[in-house]
C-alpha cells in the first residue's frame, strides 16, 4: 500500500524559507512522477511542481518558478519541496501526490492535473506572515 507523508511545514514570515519532505512508501516508484500541490482556504487544490523519479525531469508553476525547488533522494525514497522568498499569497496546506506517468499521452499536459494522481499525503500547513 502506497503511503506519502508530508513533514516540514509550520509559521515563517515574509521572505523566509521552510524545506518540505514527502517520505514515500509501498512500492518502487521507477516510472512515477510525484507532485507537489497546495490548496489554500475557500481556495481550489492548485499545482505547485513535480518532478519524474527516474531521471528528475521537473516542472514548476508560474507562481513559484524561480523560488522554489523540487527534488528527490531516491536512496530515501523522500521527495523535497525547497522553498524561498516566501510571500503570504504561498499560505496553504501542501500536498504530496504520486501517479504513474510512463503511460502519460503528454508529460506536460498531464503532470499539473489534480486527477492525475493516484495517491495523497494528508498535507502540511504553510504559514506565511506578513
Known amino acids: 500500500q502506497v503511503q506519502l507523508v508530508e513533514s516540514g511545514g509550520g509559521l515563517v514570515q515574509t521572505g523566509g524559507s521552510l524545506r518540505l519532505s514527502c517520505a514515500a512508501s509501498?512500492?518502487?516508484?521507477?516510472?512515477?512522477?510525484m507532485g507537489w500541490f497546495r490548496q489554500a482556504p475557500g481556495a481550489e487544490r492548485e499545482f505547485v511542481a513535480v518532478i519524474t523519479w527516474s531521471d528528475g525531469n521537473t516542472y514548476y508553476a508560474d507562481s513559484v518558478k524561480g523560488r522554489f525547488t523540487i527534488s528527490r533522494d531516491n536512496a530515501k525514497n523522500t521527495v523535497y519541496l525547497q522553498m524561498n522568498s516566501l510571500k503570504p499569497e504561498d499560505t496553504a496546506v501542501y500536498y504530496c501526490?504520486?501517479?504513474?506517468?510512463?503511460?502519460?499521452?503528454?508529460?506536460?499536459?498531464?503532470?499539473?492535473?489534480?486527477?492525475?494522481?493516484?495517491?495523497w499525503g494528508q498535507g502540511t500547513q504553510v504559514t506565511v506572515s506578513s
Open positions: 509501498g512500492r518502487t516508484f521507477s516510472g512515477y512522477t
Open positions: 501526490a504520486a501517479a504513474m506517468s510512463r503511460r502519460w499521452y503528454n508529460w506536460y499536459a498531464m503532470s499539473p492535473r489534480k486527477n492525475s494522481y493516484d495517491y
